[in-house]
């Protein structure tokens, strides 16, 4: 099972930007396909993203159409999340996970490995 480790997070204006970077432990993450989910207080886990083992393969919820983009480094063990034109509706605690078996990657339950989660916070 991966192990792993989130950083990138902060406090940033609206409108600016922010890269999410997940780190996983292990020979095994070209297995996985990765995820991005976001947390806001108050609310349920929401999926955010998901890119197949070899990063052919990406999607995106709508609300993050056109701003977010997830990406995958292969030969790093490392998952990004590039995050553009940010919001205060996105401001939330974002996790990224991991999935081994195919399945409904927009489904939380899908992902057997999480991250501890990195804080993104957006000011208007």
């Known amino acids: 099972q991966a192990q792993l480790v989130e950083s990138g997070g902060g406090l940033v204006q609206a409108g600016g930007s922010l890269r999410l970077s997940c780190t996983a432990s292990?020979?095994?993450?070209?297995?996985?396909?990765m995820g991005w989910f976001r947390q806001a207080p108050g609310k349920e886990r929401e999926f955010v993203s998901f890119?197949?083992?070899?990063?052919?393969?990406?999607y995106n919820i709508d609300s993050v159409k056109g701003r977010f983009t997830i990406s995958r480094d292969n030969a790093k063990n490392t998952v990004y999340l590039q995050m553009n034109s940010l919001k205060s509706e996105d401001t939330a605690v974002y996790y990224c996970?991991?999935?081994?078996?195919?399945?409904?990657?927009?489904?939380?339950?899908?992902?057997?490995?999480w991250g501890q989660g990195t804080q993104v916070t957006v000011s208007s």
């Open positions: 890119i197949s083992w070899s990063g052919s393969a990406t």
């Open positions: 292990g020979r095994t993450f070209s297995s996985y396909t």
């Open positions: 996970a991991a999935a081994y078996a195919r399945s409904n990657y927009r489904l939380a339950t899908s992902y057997t490995s």
